[in-house]
């Protein structure tokens, strides 16, 4: 079970931080992502982050903007947004993951989700 938060309006340019609280199984997940998804887009992989919390990997679109980080103790995942774009206006989704390798990066590849919180961003 996965629940996110932390989404909302800001304006091109400001910050958000998303934050995403994972129980039961999930907590164990081999890897947590943030994807996101626009109004008639497919869900793409914005950033994700191994079990140790030291691997992680983001889309080309978000690095040196996005941070994705994950406290195990917690069983949170977090995604730290600066210098935000119209073009990131989606809704965010957390997925846990128990593949065998890394980086999972289709939506495939995850079997638990969020319901979503919504990001957007006005020029």
């Known amino acids: 079970h996965l629940v996110e938060s932390g989404g909302g309006l800001v304006q091109a340019g400001g910050s958000l931080r998303l934050s995403c609280v994972a129980s039961g199984h999930t907590g164990s997940s081999h890897a947590l992502a943030w994807f996101r998804q626009a109004p008639g887009q497919e869900r793409e992989l914005v950033a994700v982050v191994g079990w140790n919390g030291r691997n992680t990997l983001h889309a080309p679109s978000v690095k040196g903007r996005f941070t994705i980080s994950r406290d195990s103790a917690q069983n949170a995942l977090y995604l730290q947004m600066n210098n935000l774009k119209p073009e990131d206006t989606a809704v965010y989704y957390c997925?846990?993951?128990?593949?065998?390798?890394?980086?999972?990066?289709?939506?495939?590849?995850?079997?638990?989700w969020g319901q979503g919180t919504q990001v957007t961003v006005s020029s």
């Open positions: 997925g846990a993951s128990f593949a065998n390798w890394f980086p999972p990066v289709r939506s495939s590849d995850y079997e638990s």
